[in-house]
C-alpha cells in the first residue's frame, strides 16, 4: 500500500473511530459492546497503518519547512497518545484518583486527533483516483481490516483472561476496587464545581404547567424509596450501590407521563423520559450524601451512563417535550 492510499484510509478511519467513542458515551447499555469492538478495531487500524504512514512522516520531514508542519506533528503526537491510553486503560491501567484518568485522556486525545486530521485533508488534500478500486488496492485493504480485527481479538480474549469476570463492563468502564462509598471518585461534568449548599435552606422546585411546588430536605424524607442501581462514569469506572431516595414520579401529579428536565444548581441540566426507574437520591450505602457525591439531592439514572446522573438538584420541569431535543452530550 502506498502512502497516498493510506493517508485516504487514514481519512476515514480516524473520524469514524471518533464517532464511535462519542456513541459509547451516549450508550449506557443495549448497543454498547458492538460499538466497543468498532472502536477497537478502528483505532488498532490507524496502528496497522503506520507502517506506510511513517513512509509519509519521514518524507515531509525530511523536505523544507512548509505551512503545517506544527500541525501535523501534533496530528502524529495525539493519535500516538489516543492509541496507548486505550490500550492501556483496556488492561485496566485507570488512574481513577488521578485529576484526568486514563480514559479521560484517550477521549481527550482522541478529538484532538479527529480534529486535526480533518483540517489535515482539508489544507493538504489527497484525491481518490480510479485505480484506487483496483483488486490489488482492494485485497491490501481486506489484509488490513483483517489485521485490525485480528488484534481486536486478541486484546478482548487478553483483556478476558487478565480480568476477572464482572469487573469491566461493556462500556468498557472497570468496577472500583472498593465498594465502599467513601472509594467513589467525586466527579463532575467538566468544568462543573461544587456548589455551597445548605441543606436546611435548600429547596426542590418541581414545576408542572403552571404549577409549582417546592419541597425541603425534611419533606422528602417521609420517603424512603431504594434502588441498586450502577454509576457507570464517562471517566472509566463503576460501581454498583444502593441509592435511596424519593422517585420523582411521587413528586408529580397521579398518572404523569412525558418527560423531566433536571437542572442542577451549577446550571447544568438533562432531559429524561418520565419512568419509574427515576429516583431523586439523598442517601447511598445507607449514609446521607456527601457534598461532593451531589447532596443535598442527585438524580440516579440506571442504564444511563453518569452524566445523566446529575448532581445538586434544585430544579424539575415535567412537560410532554420529547427528552431527545437535547444534545446527545452536555454543552456546558
Not at 427515576?278 to 461532593?292: C, D, E, F, H, I
Not at 417535550?321 to 452530550?329: A, G, K, M, Y
Request: glycine residues 10%.
Amino acid at each position: 500500500m502506498n502512502g497516498r492510499v493510506a493517508n485516504l484510509v487514514l481519512l476515514g478511519v480516524v473520524p469514524l473511530a471518533a464517532a464511535s467513542g462519542f456513541c459509547m458515551f451516549v450508550f449506557g447499555s443495549g448497543l454498547v459492546w458492538p460499538i466497543a469492538v468498532l472502536h477497537g478495531a478502528l483505532g488498532l487500524t490507524v496502528f496497522v497503518l503506520v507502517p506506510w504512514k511513517s513512509i509519509v512522516v519521514r518524507r515531509g520531514l525530511r523536505r523544507a519547512r512548509r505551512p503545517g508542519r506544527t500541525t501535523s506533528v501534533l496530528l502524529t503526537a495525539s493519535t500516538l497518545v489516543a492509541l496507548v491510553t486505550g490500550v492501556a486503560h483496556r488492561f485496566g491501567v485507570l488512574l481513577a484518583d488521578s485529576p484526568v484518568t486514563t480514559l479521560q485522556l484517550h477521549v481527550g486525545a482522541g478529538v484532538v486527533a479527529a480534529v486535526l486530521t480533518l483540517w489535515h485533508a482539508h489544507h493538504r488534500r489527497v484525491r481518490a483516483r480510479r485505480t484506487d478500486l483496483s483488486r490489488r488496492t482492494l485485497l491490501r485493504l481486506g489484509v488490513v481490516a483483517s489485521a485490525a480485527g485480528v488484534l481486536e481479538g486478541s486484546a478482548q480474549a487478553a483483556s478476558a483472561l487478565t480480568t476477572p469476570s464482572g469487573v469491566r463492563r461493556p462500556t468498557g468502564s472497570f468496577k472500583l476496587a472498593s465498594s465502599s462509598v467513601a472509594a467513589i471518585p467525586t466527579t463532575s461534568w467538566l468544568f462543573d464545581q461544587v456548589p455551597e449548599l445548605d441543606p436546611a435552606a435548600w429547596r426542590l422546585t418541581v414545576r408542572t404547567g403552571d404549577a409549582s411546588h417546592d419541597w425541603s430536605l425534611e419533606d422528602l424524607a417521609r420517603w424512603n424509596d431504594r434502588q441498586m442501581a450502577v454509576l457507570d462514569c464517562t471517566g472509566g469506572w463503576w460501581t454498583q450501590q444502593e441509592w435511596a431516595g424519593v422517585r420523582v414520579r411521587r413528586l408529580l401529579p397521579d398518572g404523569a407521563t412525558g418527560t423531566v428536565e433536571v437542572t442542577s444548581a451549577t446550571g447544568y441540566h438533562r432531559r429524561l423520559p418520565l419512568t419509574d426507574h427515576l429516583l431523586l437520591a439523598t442517601r447511598v450505602g445507607g449514609t446521607t450524601l456527601s457534598v461532593g457525591h451531589g447532596a443535598p439531592a442527585r438524580l440516579v439514572v440506571p442504564g444511563r451512563r453518569g452524566y445523566h446522573w446529575v448532581k445538586w438538584v434544585v430544579r424539575i420541569d415535567h412537560d410532554s417535550q420529547p427528552w431527545w431535543i437535547q444534545p446527545p452530550l452536555p454543552l456546558q
